[in-house]
């Protein structure tokens, strides 16, 4: 069906991604800790997106106009606490955020901060993320349902056993 073909698409480009990240991952250094920032709202116009150290504010990092589908590279920061707000693209960096979320960033660890769902009901995700790469001859890929339409779907090819059910 319609529907079954293109979480086969998605999933294969997903898969691509998937591989692209896990050689694209950076040098885990033990003492620091990673984020990247994803928005996956597909009717949330651009925002601006903060990422503030609640140790030491000084060390925030803003990254401006990111839109619908961005996924940025991994950055090193210390571990620590960091509150990463939303704010529309080109508001003040006082004003409100939209939305905004704290994640508690250990050394060695690897996080996404995934804007999601609807705008009318946009939420942060955190997502901790395995950058070991797997063993010789095997694919890691991380499914996640980006599609606001489908409440859960399975991933996988075509008349084979799903590589994932139920993915919400």
Do not use: E
Not at 104 to 116: C, F, I, L, P
Request: charge should be positive.
């Amino acid at each position: 069906t319609f529907h079954r073909r293109v979480v086969i698409l998605v999933a294969a480009v997903g898969a691509a991604l998937g591989l692209v990240l896990a050689v694209a991952a950076p040098a885990m250094a033990a003492d620091q800790a990673y984020l990247r920032l994803a928005h996956l709202s597909p009717d949330t116009p651009k925002v601006d997106v903060y990422v503030a150290s609640v140790a030491d504010p000084g060390k925030s990092i803003v990254v401006p106009g990111v839109g619908y589908g961005a996924v940025s590279p991994y950055r090193p920061v210390a571990p620590g606490s960091y509150v990463v707000s939303m704010r529309a693209a080109g508001a003040p960096k006082d004003s409100p955020p939209v939305i905004s979320t704290t994640v508690d960033a250990k050394a060695g660890q690897a996080y996404t901060v995934a804007g999601t769902g609807l705008s009318a009901s946009l939420g942060l995700t955190v997502l901790a993320d395995q950058l070991d790469l797997p063993p010789a001859g095997k694919a890691a890929v991380r499914c996640i349902n980006g599609a606001v339409s489908a409440s859960a779907v399975d991933i996988g090819q075509a008349d084979k056993q799903p590589w994932a059910t139920g993915v919400k």
